[in-house]
């Protein structure tokens, strides 16, 4: 019986879902300071290791970053709702671009739509 990360295509559908989402955010003048420009692969690796270890992949996230803590990893920035919705905007177009069953894509979302409400960490502009 496979999980979920074998059963949507393993680390090649998580990486090209990240690869997606970092390509719209590049180009968001809200999210785009946030991220680190000089090591945005590091980003996309980080990301990448993140969602296929939460999905049955792979543990190398945390055996590499420890606990991901994600909160605690986000508290640097100011993510306000304005922030989450942009980055919402863009996962959205990256889930997208996966082509996934309608249940494997609501499964997928529904996860990504709670984390990014975890994330706002402040109300302020």
Do not use: C
């Not at 946030?34 to 945390?62: K, N, V």
Request: proline share 5%; aromatic share 12%; charged share 25%.
């Amino acid at each position: 019986m496979s999980n979920f990360y074998e059963q949507i295509g393993g680390r090649a559908t998580f990486e090209k879902l990240v690869r997606n989402f970092y390509a719209g955010v590049r180009e968001d003048q809200e999210l785009w300071p946030m991220y680190p420009q000089d090591d945005l692969e590091g980003a996309i690796q980080r990301l990448t290791g993140f969602l296929e270890q939460y999905w049955g992949g792979p543990g190398t996230y945390s055996e590499e970053r420890g606990h991901p803590r994600l909160r605690m990893r986000h508290q640097p920035f100011a993510v306000n709702p304005k922030a989450k919705e942009h980055w919402l905007t863009h996962m959205r177009a990256a889930v997208d671009s996966l082509g996934l069953s309608e249940l494997d894509d609501a499964m997928l979302w529904s996860y990504l739509d709670r984390a990014a409400q975890a994330m706002v960490n402040t109300f302020d502009d």
